[in-house]
């Protein structure tokens, strides 16, 4: 070839492919598909840690909140009690001021009393009413699984337990509760003595029965239910030390007072169960034998109600018991003689209780009044004013407080 030619551009060889001057569409597009990736990685931890920041800052705003009493306690009342008692139970620093709040939260929230079972012109009832004393109007509830006669009742434990009874003429050993706050009702294992006319007494998470008659014999025995969130189990105890029929009991300060019932005649006796102890005492008899009365403690004070002292006819009688004494003393009488009636306690105020007495037997047939004793600090008789009637008259009932 001559100077200066520029030599002429060689034919690619047969499969040969010309190297590329730039990255291939796919590579460009798997890059801008990893670059949008890890912009969304940075995005996803950039937002989870600025939800972890929120959340920190409202879990140290809501600490602040719940230190301040009043709204730890406006808290509680809107929630009710039982949800207060197990928020204060599970969160440690959260709930610390709930737990201080705890007590003032079972004074402030008001109480609902309930009226279960029982009888009326022959037939027996199921039936499941309620008086809400706050705003003092009665309404009826669920009604119980089972109609039962002479039964007996208590709160424990947030839930009101239904125990023994008599239906179509059998004596029962079958147990109910009724969920306030559910309103529903659950089984519960059966005693292992039916009884009818028995009674019943909440200590601690124990529930005791005592006494009751099963055909026509007075009993002296007495079983405790254990209640637990996961168990429940029954056991016996000490018997009494003479057999009990439709007798009264209420607890105070670890000790179950029984008082009344008849066995072959008509009881003025008394007994005190220790029952740390496992013990039973006997106490001063009550100036009047009775059966079918009801009993209830406020402070250190046992009051017993009306009852039933022979030839068909309901006492109006009221005595009261000082457990510090051990001295027995008439207060003012009911002004509806009763027996087979329930007596339920709740404080509407710091200085005031009330005992409010409801249905029974007069003599002549179940009643539905409703009446109120209001009872002094130290115990003393402040009088009684009537409440409204039950819906449905009822006698050989039982009953229970809840303040969920």
Same mark, same amino acid.
């Given at each position: 070839?001559?100077?200066?030619?520029?030599?002429?551009?060689?034919?690619?060889?047969?499969?040969?492919?010309?190297?590329?001057?730039?990255?291939?569409?796919?590579?460009?597009?798997?890059?801008?598909?990893?670059?949008?990736?890890?912009?969304?990685?940075?995005?996803?931890?950039?937002?989870?840690?600025?939800?972890?920041?929120?959340?920190?800052?409202?879990?140290?705003?809501?600490?602040?909140?719940?230190?301040?009493?009043?709204?730890?306690?406006?808290?509680?009342?809107?929630?009710?009690?039982?949800?207060?008692?197990?928020?204060?139970?599970?969160?440690?620093?959260?709930?610390?001021?709930?737990?201080?709040?705890?007590?003032?939260?079972?004074?402030?929230?008001?109480?609902?009393?309930?009226?279960?079972?029982?009888?009326?012109?022959?037939?027996?009832?199921?039936?499941?009413?309620?008086?809400?004393?706050?705003?003092?109007?009665?309404?009826?509830?669920?009604?119980?699984?089972?109609?039962?006669?002479?039964?007996?009742?208590?709160?424990?434990?947030?839930?009101?337990?239904?125990?023994?009874?008599?239906?179509?003429?059998?004596?029962?050993?079958?147990?109910?509760?009724?969920?306030?706050?559910?309103?529903?009702?659950?089984?519960? $294992?059966? *005693? /292992? %003595?039916? =009884?009818?006319?028995?009674?019943? &007494?909440?200590? +601690?998470?124990? @529930?005791? !029965?005592? #006494?009751?008659?099963?055909?026509?014999?007075?009993?002296?025995?007495?079983?405790?239910?254990?209640?637990?969130?996961?168990?429940?189990?029954?056991?016996?105890?000490?018997?009494?030390?003479?057999?009990?029929?439709?007798?009264?009991?209420?607890?105070?300060?670890?000790?179950?007072?029984?008082?009344?019932?008849?066995?072959?005649?008509?009881?003025?006796?008394?007994?005190?169960?220790?029952?740390?102890?496992?013990?039973?005492?006997?106490? $001063?008899? *009550? /100036? %009047?034998? =009775?059966?079918?009365?009801?009993? &209830?403690?406020? +402070?250190?004070? @046992?009051? !017993?109600? #009306?009852?039933?002292?022979?030839?068909?006819?309901?006492?109006?009688?009221?005595?009261?018991?000082?457990?510090?004494?051990?001295?027995?003393?008439?207060?003012?009488?009911?002004?509806?003689?009763?027996?087979?009636?329930?007596?339920?306690?709740?404080?509407?105020?710091?200085?005031?209780?009330?005992?409010?007495?409801?249905?029974?037997?007069?003599?002549?047939?179940?009643?539905?009044?409703?009446?109120?004793?209001?009872?002094?600090?130290?115990?003393?008789?402040?009088?009684? =004013?009537?409440?409204?009637?039950?819906?449905?008259?009822?006698?050989?009932?039982?009953?229970?407080?809840?303040?969920?």
């Amino acid at each position: 070839m001559g100077a200066g030619l520029e030599p002429l551009p060689s034919a690619p060889l047969p499969g040969c492919a010309t190297p590329a001057a730039a990255p291939p569409l796919a590579l460009a597009a798997a890059q801008d598909d990893l670059l949008r990736k890890l912009e969304q990685i940075d995005l996803a931890k950039g937002l989870t840690q600025q939800a972890a920041r929120r959340a920190r800052l409202q879990a140290a705003l809501l600490l602040e909140l719940l230190q301040l009493p009043e709204l730890a306690r406006a808290v509680g009342l809107a929630a009710g009690l039982r949800a207060a008692q197990r928020f204060a139970g599970v969160a440690r620093s959260h709930g610390s001021s709930m737990r201080q709040m705890l007590p003032r939260l079972c004074e402030d929230v008001q109480p609902q009393l309930f009226v279960v079972g029982g009888c009326v012109a022959g037939t027996e009832l199921a039936c499941l009413q309620h008086y809400d004393p706050q705003h003092n109007v009665w309404d009826v509830r669920q009604a119980m699984p089972t109609e039962r006669r002479w039964c007996s009742g208590a709160h424990c434990m947030g839930k009101i337990y239904v125990v023994g009874g008599q239906q179509d003429g059998h004596v029962l050993a079958t147990v109910e509760r009724y969920d306030v706050e559910m309103d529903v009702w659950e089984a519960v $294992p059966d *005693m /292992p %003595t039916a =009884r009818e006319a028995c009674a019943v &007494a909440t200590c +601690g998470s124990c @529930l005791y !029965v005592c #006494g009751g008659c099963q055909h026509d014999e007075a009993l002296a025995v007495t079983e405790c239910l254990n209640i637990d969130t996961a168990t429940m189990w029954w056991e016996c105890v000490a018997e009494m030390p003479c057999g009990r029929d439709a007798c009264a009991a209420a607890s105070l300060t670890g000790r179950v007072f029984v008082v009344g019932g008849r066995c072959q005649d008509f009881l003025s006796s008394a007994d005190m169960l220790q029952v740390q102890s496992n013990r039973w005492l006997p106490l $001063p008899p *009550m /100036p %009047t034998p =009775r059966l079918g009365c009801s009993a &209830a403690a406020v +402070g250190k004070h @046992l009051f !017993v109600f #009306g009852g039933h002292a022979g030839r068909g006819r309901a006492l109006a009688a009221v005595e009261r018991l000082d457990t510090s004494a051990f001295v027995w003393e008439a207060v003012a009488e009911m002004p509806t003689p009763r027996l087979g009636c329930v007596s339920l306690c709740h404080r509407p105020s710091a200085s005031t209780q009330c005992i409010c007495v409801f249905g029974g037997h007069n003599g002549q047939g179940a009643i539905a009044a409703a009446e109120c004793m209001d009872v002094a600090e130290n115990g003393d008789v402040l009088g009684w =004013r009537p409440l409204p009637c039950l819906p449905t008259p009822t006698y050989a009932c039982a009953g229970g407080v809840s303040r969920c």
